[in-house]
């Protein structure tokens, strides 16, 4: 059986990423410092696959953590590198908190991984690094923009870190995977997102406002270049982001990969509004939503999507869910979480 470690692995993606690794047969080493979520996730896991992944709560950006941690497993040949601080108003607070956890973290796996002799790393990267494009969709080739902010600008500085490194070291593989806007839970609701405090993302604004916890939802513009002038993102479910991680390690693990370094857009390679999520998700929950609309949030962009041609031949992937699907599922888990019968 193939041991892969996941770092931030109780998290909202990597713990949905667990699941789908321990279906595809892997044993799920899980290392999280519970900064950002609990180990509940672990039970929920186990709950979903009947398997429980090994936890140790560890920091990522201490090495001799990190060092105790691969010698307790005797090194580790895959890695998927979820760990990271994301908020990105509080990384123009703290940037140097945000250097540091994001980039150390990934600093400290790199030189393990060069010592114990090389290995696969699939790590997660942002659409955040092409800022506003000039050209949509965006594809892979298209241009880095300036970071707007200190996290965006770990991901751009990761995946350079990723790319040189790599390049002078033949037994190290990696995939970054850039994420557009995935939203949603898993089916089951046993695990899901859970924002600490008031959430800076759309769809958990939506569901909590929905259930009462928030008394409206504002919508960040209504003058951009859009069908209806609300701002437009890739949004797609967070299952198939999970799924997108085993292809690509497999990729990895089965050098199918061109070239040491490779980096894939995940999303569903289509432009929604922000009141196209909003009419969705009152037609799949049944809930009126509260909202109005406000100026345009500092910094956002107007528009993003993908062009995924890549992962769909490449790796195989493509987006399964449907948008309903995935508001669906959000809305499960909050309720559940909420513990509020349908
Ligand atoms: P999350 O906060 O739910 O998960 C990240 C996990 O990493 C948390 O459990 C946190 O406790 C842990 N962590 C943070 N710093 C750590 C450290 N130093 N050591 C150990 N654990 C640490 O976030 P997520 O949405 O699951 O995001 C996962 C990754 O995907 C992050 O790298 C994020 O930047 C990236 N990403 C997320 C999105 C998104 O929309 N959610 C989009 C693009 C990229
Ligand atoms: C989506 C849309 C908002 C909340 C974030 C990160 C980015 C990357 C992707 C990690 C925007 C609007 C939101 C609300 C609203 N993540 N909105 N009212 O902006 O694409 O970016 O996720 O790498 O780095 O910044 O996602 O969910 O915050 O917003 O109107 O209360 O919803 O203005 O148009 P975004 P989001």
């Known amino acids: 059986m193939k041991t892969v470690l996941l770092t931030g692995g ?34 929920g896991i186990e709950r979903i696959t ?58 400290n796996l790199l030189q393990l991984m060069k010592n114990g002799g090389g290995g696969n790393i699939v790590f997660s990267s942002s659409c955040t690094v092409y800022g506003q494009p000039d050209i949509l969709p965006v594809t892979e080739t298209s241009p880095y923009k300036p970071a707007t902010s200190p996290y965006g600008n770990t991901k751009k500085i990761a995946e350079d870190i990723l790319r040189e490194t ?47 916890i928030r008394e409206k939802l504002q919508i960040f513009g209504s003058d951009y270049d859009s069908q209806d002038g609300t701002a437009l993102r890739d949004y797609f479910h967070v299952v198939d982001l999970a799924k997108a991680h085993v292809l690509a390690l497999k990729r990895l693990e089965e050098t199918r990969n061109k070239t040491g370094f490779e980096v894939f857009n995940v999303g569903a390679g289509k432009g929604i509004t922000v009141l196209e999520i909003v009419k969705t998700f009152e037609k799949v929950s049944g809930v009126k939503l509260n909202y109005e609309i406000v100026g345009r949030r500092a910094g956002d962009i107007e528009k993003v999507w993908a062009d995924t041609s890549l992962a769909n031949t490449e790796m195989g992937w493509k987006v399964e869910s449907t948008l309903e699907e995935a508001l669906l599922s959000a809305w499960n888990w909050e309720k559940k979480i909420r513990q509020v019968k349908s």
């Open 50 to 107: 009947r398997v429980r992944p090994d936890f140790v709560k560890a920091n990522c950006s201490n090495l001799s953590e990190m060092e105790d941690l691969f010698r307790k497993y005797d090194g580790f040949k895959s890695i998927i590198h979820f760990a990271a601080l994301k908020a990105v108003g509080e990384s123009v607070e703290k940037p140097l908190e945000y250097y540091s956890n994001n980039l150390v973290s990934l600093i």
């Open 166 to 212: 790599i390049n002078v070291n033949d037994s190290i593989r990696g995939i970054a995977l850039r994420y557009f806007n995935p939203i949603g839970a898993h089916p089951s609701a046993e695990i899901g997102e859970l924002p600490l405090g008031k959430p800076d993302n759309l769809v958990p604004f939506i569901t909590q406002t929905a259930i009462g």
């Open 10 to 43: 109780t998290g909202y993606i990597g713990s949905h990423t667990a699941v789908e690794l321990i279906d595809a047969g892997y044993k799920v080493v899980i290392v999280d410092n519970l900064s950002n979520s609990t180990v509940d996730s672990i039970d």
